[in-house]
T-cell receptor
Framework: NAGVTQTPKFRVLKTGQSMTLLCAQD?????MYWYRQDPGMGLRLIHY???????AKGEVPDGYNVSRLKKQNFLLGLESAAPSQTSVYFC???????????FGPGTRLTVL | AQKVTQAQTEISVVEKEDVTLDCVYE???????LFWYKQPPSGELVFLIR??????QNEISGRYSWNFQKSTSSFNFTITASQVVDSAVYFC?????????????FGPGTSLSVIP
């Protein structure tokens, strides 16, 4: 039982490049989330999903897209990376809305 | 709208001192959940506690205790006899009922440094 895993752990992009961050969970959780963490701002919700095939916007969705084609995977895409997207990205999942979230180890992304 | 405020940006204490981390939340719902997470220097997020809005009992877990007061919309976290290993950033979070129930909103965090 690996819990929540994120790929990659680190990435450096140039402005305008695209990439996809992968989040995978093996706990059969319905709910999955993508957050970004910036100094002094806590974790801000980018997008989330309440089940396979569904996605919804969080607080800061601009510049990101997501997909949940399989229940266990939640992909976060950056179509045209900008320096403002330099951050640490955390994925989380939980079984129901009343349960605790379990977090992945994070992905540190730098956009030059 | 939901909001979580952690007014203390950074706190430093000497080992063995007690320290309280404040969390104030805003919500229009009567049903909601509150959480505390710890983020040590290694970066992972560690779940500490979950409390629903109908349970105002204080909770103690070893050196950790939580004081939930609906009258002041606060969910404060106290570490007794702090240790160096308690040095971390601590986040308070809120999940409210209704259309926002599936989202969890985090406060900005309090960075705690415990000095030996």
């Amino acid at each position: 039982n690996a819990g929540v895993t994120q790929t990659p752990k680190f990435r450096v992009l140039k402005t305008g490049q695209s990439m996809t961050l992968l989040c995978a969970q093996d706990m059969n959780h319905e709910y999955m989330y993508w957050y970004r963490q910036d100094p002094g701002m806590g974790l801000r919700l980018i997008h989330y999903s309440v089940g396979e095939g569904t996605t919804a916007k969080g607080e800061v969705p601009d510049g990101y897209n997501v997909s949940r084609l399989k229940k266990q995977n939640f992909l976060l895409g950056l179509e045209s990376a900008a320096p403002s997207q330099t951050s640490v990205y955390f994925c989380a999942s939980r079984r129901t809305v009343t349960d605790t979230q379990y977090f992945g180890p994070g992905t540190r992304l730098t956009v030059l | 709208a939901q909001k979580v405020t952690q007014a203390q940006t950074e706190i430093s204490v000497v080992e063995k001192e007690d320290v309280t981390l404040d969390c104030v939340y805003e919500t229009r719902d009567t049903t909601y959940y509150l959480f505390w997470y710890k983020q040590p220097p290694s970066g992972e997020l560690v779940f500490l506690i979950r409390r629903n809005s109908f349970d105002e009992q204080n909770e103690i877990s070893g050196r950790y205790s939580w004081n939930f007061q609906k009258s002041t919309s606060s969910f404060n976290f106290t570490i007794t006899a702090s240790q160096v290993v308690d040095s971390a950033v601590y986040f308070c979070a809120l999940s409210e009922a209704g259309t926002s129930y599936d989202k969890v909103i985090f406060g900005p965090g309090t960075s705690l440094s415990v000095i030996p």
